[in-house]
């Protein structure tokens, strides 16, 4: 079997894409440096772009090692900082020194110790993130290096290596950078500047993109999600679903995720040393261990929000968990706005270095309807970007393995109703609630005719059928006619006073029921087969 040619990326020559990647069988992989040229972590490139990292090391920087010591010894020849090894390589490709971070806004610190001394300038994506990421990296420069600008690519192009493609020369870039005004701070709003705000025109705005989503509608990159749910619902076992289901993609995800997970959790570690024994989580999912299960004060809330951050950006974490953010927080007074909102505030440092922020809550008494569940101060949803309720089908009994959940927010593509299951094999996503309603009836449908030893009438069935799970007459003939049709089962009669339709299952019938689903609520089926969820007693207090 012959190994796949290797090609660089569309618009970079070879040999400047050879200076950050070697060939690793039928990939590419690019060395990850820190600021002394050590390598610390291994980034892979498959020639479809597909990207992977390598499990065990840390984000670093991008660059040819030695980096020139000349590079960025004037103004008139800087060192360019891009995102990723392509726009680096492309940014090489026209003999410019250029220096790449893993990721949006990752590695400042790293970044300003290796260039310190040295004349920069920092090309910025073209979008919001490109922006806010810049804004992260200029901080720590600003303290290194000699000067610091900032550029956006040539050509109205998103990135460096599409104003390469677009036709941008050495030229180009050396203009911009040379037009661009020395930064003395970072421009950050929270610092009043003449050049603080600017107007611009509907056809200036940047252009949308759905979010970076790792669980579609619940959680993404870059924002906050508040799942809100009542005590020992299963909040926290759909947490360790999740955090399988992330690096595997199954159950719930359908993509996989390369950067860590970063859990701060009320429980002792012992707790999740118990769930690691069950699902085997990868080793990319880090724990915080906390000096004391105490709830914060104010100077040690910020320090925490601020290892948090840190740690995202250094490490290119993906995900960070806070369960439960009222145990962990540094706030007395749920109730008073003030007080929460100077709590919160800070977390959208989090959410900006680029991970997915989940803060799991509690409800607030009684039944408080979709997405004002969360208990004290109306701050805390208001600032979250999503927010899910994860609660019970009214229709399902205690022992019900089944949890609905509403969810709303920013982005507008949120599912409102989704209706979870655990099974067997993980969570399953059974869909909307009518859906979930209407999988049930056939369920129920298919065990009648199952367990009858002969074909049954309408009414017969109607005399079986179990009254907690009540059914309208029109559905239920709909559903025998619609079966029948799909033969699922048999239809017989001529549907008259004295020959009445008869339905009976097929000997050789499979439906599409969920075998041991517990329609009654009582851990059983009709058929009486007892309903196991294949996981440890220590793990689910609560089926979730």
Not at 11 to 32: S, T, V
Not at 269 to 291: M, N, T
Not at 326 to 333: H, K, M
Not at 370 to 398: C, M, N, Y
Request: glycine share 10%.
């Amino acid at each position: 079997m012959t190994t796949p040619t290797l090609t660089p990326p569309d618009g970079i020559p070879l040999k400047a894409w050879e200076q950050l990647a070697k060939r690793d069988g039928n990939r590419w992989a690019i060395k990850e440096r820190d600021a002394t040229g050590e390598g610390i972590g291994t980034a892979y490139r498959l020639q479809n772009g597909e990207k992977h990292f390598k499990k065990g090391g840390n984000r670093g920087l991008i660059y040819p090692e030695p980096l020139n010591p000349y590079a960025g010894s004037s103004k008139q020849d800087p060192i360019f900082v891009c995102e990723g090894a392509s726009d680096t390589a492309a940014l090489i490709g026209l003999e410019l020194d250029a220096v790449g971070i893993p990721m949006t806004g990752q590695c400042g610190e790293m970044l300003a110790e290796l260039l310190k001394g040295r004349h920069v300038v920092v090309v910025r994506d073209a979008d919001e993130a490109g922006r806010n990421g810049a804004e992260r990296i200029i901080r720590p420069l600003l303290l290194n290096c000699d000067s610091v600008r900032a550029i956006d690519p040539p050509l109205n192009a998103k990135d460096a290596r599409e104003a390469v493609l677009k036709g941008a020369t050495t030229q180009d870039f050396l203009e911009l950078a040379l037009e661009a005004a020395e930064l003395r701070h970072a421009p950050l709003a929270s610092e009043p500047g003449r050049d603080e705000f600017t107007w611009v025109s509907a056809s200036h705005l940047p252009p949308y993109t759905d979010p970076p989503w790792l669980w579609q509608g619940y959680l993404a990159r870059g924002a906050i999600t508040l799942l809100t749910g009542i005590w020992k619902g299963g909040k926290t076992v759909l947490i360790t679903h999740l955090l399988r289901d992330l690096y595997v993609g199954t159950g719930l995800c359908s993509k996989v995720i390369e950067g860590p997970t970063l859990v701060v959790s009320e429980e002792p570690l012992a707790h999740w040393a118990g769930r690691e024994q069950d699902f085997e989580f990868d080793q990319r999912v880090l724990y915080l261990k906390r000096p004391s299960f105490a709830r914060c004060d104010h100077a040690q809330w910020r320090r925490l929000i601020k290892e948090i951050t840190t740690k995202v950006q250094h490490s290119s974490a993906e995900f960070v968990i806070i369960d439960a953010l009222p145990n962990i927080w540094a706030v007395t007074n749920e109730n008073d706005a003030a007080e929460v909102s100077e709590a919160i505030s800070i977390m959208r440092d989090i959410s900006e270095a680029g991970a997915a922020l989940l803060l799991v809550h509690h409800p607030r008494k009684g039944d408080s309807g979709l997405q004002t569940a969360s208990r004290g101060s109306g701050a805390l949803p208001s600032f979250a970007d999503i927010l899910v309720d994860l609660g019970k089908l009214p229709s399902d009994g205690e022992k019900s393995k089944r949890r609905l959940l509403k969810a709303l927010g920013r982005f507008g593509c949120e599912p409102a109703e989704q209706v979870i299951e655990l099974t067997d094999e993980g969570y399953a996503m059974r869909g909307a609630p009518i859906e979930a309603c209407e999988s049930d009836q056939l369920e129920i449908l298919a065990d009648i005719l199952r367990q009858a030893a002969r074909a049954l009438s309408y009414k017969e069935i109607t005399e079986l059928w179990p009254p907690e799970q009540p059914i309208g007459k029109n559905k239920l003939r709909e559903i025998l006619r619609n079966g029948a049709a799909e033969g699922r089962w048999s239809e017989s009669g001529k549907g008259g006073r004295n020959n009445a339709y008869r339905y009976e299952m097929l000997p050789d019938s499979s439906d599409s029921s969920r075998h041991g689903h517990d329609t009654k609520g009582t851990g059983s089926n009709l058929l009486g087969s007892s309903v196991s969820t294949g996981l440890s007693t220590n793990l689910i207090e609560a089926p979730a």
